[in-house]
């Protein structure tokens, strides 16, 4: 025990004007006359035992009243268990991310909890001390130390903010101050979904103290990932989308009652059961043949943790699909009609004598028609295309097919020129179940006229055929080469699109299936969804004019910092600005593309490390502590005990009045 005003101590001297007053009693005596000399004696020595004990307890509690007055006034207090360094440095680490916003044990919300620690923090040290406050935005204004009436404020205009930051992140932005003799606190929720890798050491010459936010629970409800059935149907087309919902609780969620609006106008609603720690789907229909940039949002009520409840999802459907065609004859052909729509398509036709290789960089769908032999610079340009993914191929024979050529460009050694049949033989009915036929057809009719082909180009059986003849021989098939989970590939026709061979370039079917080829191959990026954490967007404009930056435009308007490659635009995402929800990317004035942003899904786990784990972890050094409180009150009174000390004037001033009460009954009561 110490004092904080020791020199109040002299006043001791004072505990020796009782003792005096009570050696030298100045008060009168009273004489009383007695008849008898031997009773006066017995009286008088009975009545001396009695008022000197009395006297003494007197005495006493007066020294005891005087005693601990003076000691209340040198203010005596335990010593802190801690100090400041000499520089007086303090940085405030506020994780302010959204799973921030669940329950505490009190009731209220993580952010405030975390903010009330922090406010504490900042009025219990002295008023020469500088702080730093970061939070994940890693916003400018945690690049200098502020005095104690500029934290307040800052602490005071603190939000949630869709960045999340992992423990090595912030702790190599703190590694990045020159100064190094600091104390860190630490208040988060230690989530283990984004906390990442911890470091395994902390630097000596800085103190860390962990403050951890718990929850009073940690079940949640939240939309793990959303997709459209048909990822390339173009405008107007039906289409559903599917939704996985997961359910991180330990109980079941029954009747979860999800909706989904599109354009703000809601498009369809699905109760769901979701089992502890599982997951369900939940599939909306698009049948309202949407156009243009649409926004979808799906909402739910799951309480008490609700910042996950929305989940945006952009619907873009206005990119064209840009078509290349190499043909060996002149004149119109058959793809050059059916693609001939520049509303969907941007389509160009060039001769294979006049052909610009570089034209394939930029296309997203290769037709090969009617050329008798592939040349081997023009097959190597085209598996470089196909190998890097970049489209779709259409193989169309010419009449007179070199198959020696056509084998080296598709790496398919079964295919053979057939021996020319003089009539033409119909094809058999599709496969409804194929996947390339989702969507396609309005009724499944076995009854469906098909058009007819001559057997002439042939590579084999092929079981997963797109169209065959009757006898299963392929008509239309589709090869991967290599593009593991691609749409696209190259699809090879069995005959040329002339009347000698067939009629299927008449027929009704071969709109819808030249339509789903070129959408297998579509470049277009813009994905239903982002996620706050990603670090960049890439968009693709048919053209780009001029220098002028292009804008996300959302609750605020933002310029990232971008760079073009050919038509390509690679936007960096701002975190510490952009927020969840939908922003348009603009240039001169016209919005190209939809862009719709979530949280991160890892936010919605809420798991938390306990702050023992991280000590342990970062390797239970001396310098770093532990700051265990569940309210602000609590965390107020251990942070003073810490750095302040107990102060013991309190008990001191209740101990002086008790003896001075205690005189006083002495006086009144003891006779």
Not at 105 to 122: C, H, K, P, T, Y
Not at 303 to 327: G, H, R, Y
């Amino acid at each position: 025990m110490t004092f904080l005003y020791p020199a109040f101590l002299w006043a001791l001297t004072a505990l020796s004007i009782p003792i005096i007053i009570h050696l030298f009693n100045f008060r009168k005596t009273t004489r009383v006359y007695f008849s008898n000399t031997r009773f006066l004696k017995h009286v008088k020595e009975v009545t001396t035992a009695k008022r000197r004990i009395k006297h003494y307890l007197i005495l006493a509690s007066r020294l005891l009243f005087l005693f601990f007055l003076i000691i209340a006034f040198a203010q005596p207090i335990i010593p802190a268990r801690e100090q400041l360094g000499v520089d007086r440095r303090v940085v405030l680490y506020v994780d302010n991310s959204q799973s921030m916003s669940a329950q505490t044990g009190d009731n209220a919300r993580g952010i405030e909890a975390s903010l009330a620690f922090a406010q504490s923090i900042v009025e219990v040290f002295p008023p020469d001390t500088r702080y730093k406050i970061l939070t994940n935005d890693f916003a400018p204004f945690s690049n200098s130390f502020k005095t104690k009436p500029e934290s307040m404020d800052l602490l005071a205009q603190i939000r949630l903010s869709g960045a999340s930051r992992t423990m090595q992140e912030v702790k190599d932005r703190l590694d990045q101050e020159s100064v190094r003799t600091r104390d860190v606190f630490w208040i988060s929720d230690f989530q283990r979904s984004t906390l990442g890798t911890i470091p395994t050491t902390w630097d000596s010459l800085s103190k860390l103290h962990l403050v951890p936010i718990s929850f009073s629970t940690t079940s949640n409800v939240f939309v793990d990932t959303a997709f459209l059935e048909n990822p390339f149907a173009a405008s107007e087309e039906k289409n559903v989308l599917t939704i996985r919902l997961r359910n991180e609780g330990q109980t079941d969620t029954e009747q979860l009652n999800v909706k989904i609006s599109v354009n703000g106008i809601q498009a369809g609603t699905a109760l769901v059961n979701i089992p502890a720690k599982g997951s369900a789907v939940a599939a909306f229909d698009l049948v309202s043949g949407l156009k243009g940039l649409n926004r979808g949002e799906i909402t739910f009520n799951d309480f008490p943790v609700s910042f996950d409840n929305q989940f945006f999802v952009a619907l873009n459907f206005t990119d064209k699909i840009n078509i290349v065609e190499i043909k060996g004859a002149t004149g119109q052909t058959a793809v050059e009609r059916v693609f001939g729509n520049r509303e969907i398509f941007d389509f160009s036709s060039y001769s294979v004598n006049n052909f610009n290789y570089s034209l394939l960089d930029q296309a997203e769908l290769v037709v090969v028609n009617g050329l008798n032999q592939i040349d081997p610079s023009l097959s190597l340009s085209l598996r470089t295309y196909l190998s890097q993914n970049q489209g779709t191929i259409l193989l169309i024979p010419g009449p007179s097919p070199d198959v020696a050529s056509y084998q080296q460009f598709t790496s398919v050694s079964r295919i053979e020129n057939l021996p020319r049949e003089s009539q033409p033989e119909e094809l058999d009915k599709p496969d409804f179940n194929n996947p390339f036929f989702e969507n396609v057809f309005e009724e499944k009719s076995a009854a469906l006229a098909m058009p007819k082909a001559v057997k002439f180009l042939s590579w084999g059986a092929d079981r997963s055929a797109i169209l065959r003849f009757k006898n299963d021989q392929p008509f239309l098939s589709r090869f991967n080469q290599g593009r593991q989970g691609s749409q696209g590939g190259l699809f090879i026709l069995a005959a040329p699109l002339q009347p000698d061979f067939t009629d299927f370039y008449n027929h009704a079917l071969f709109v819808p299936v030249m339509y789903r080829i070129a959408a297998t191959g579509t470049k277009n990026d813009a994905r239903l969804y982002f996620t706050l954490k990603e670090n960049f967007v890439k968009v693709r404009l048919d053209s780009i004019a001029g220098e002028e930056a292009l804008k996300l435009v959302g609750e605020q308007e933002i310029v990232p910092a971008q760079r073009r490659v050919n038509n390509e635009v690679y936007l960096d995402i701002p975190k510490f600005s952009i927020s969840q929800g939908f922003y348009g990317v603009v240039s001169q004035k016209d919005t190209s593309h939809l862009l719709a942003f979530n949280l991160d899904k890892a936010e919605s786990i809420l798991g938390q490390f306990s702050a023992e784990d991280i000590k342990a972890r970062i390797g239970n050094s001396a310098n770093i502590s532990i700051f265990e409180a569940g309210s602000a009150e609590a965390f107020n009174a251990e942070i003073k005990t810490r750095y302040l000390g107990k102060p013991l004037w309190k008990y001191a001033v209740i101990l002086a009045l008790l003896f001075l009460l205690a005189e006083v009954l002495l006086i009144r009561l003891l006779k």
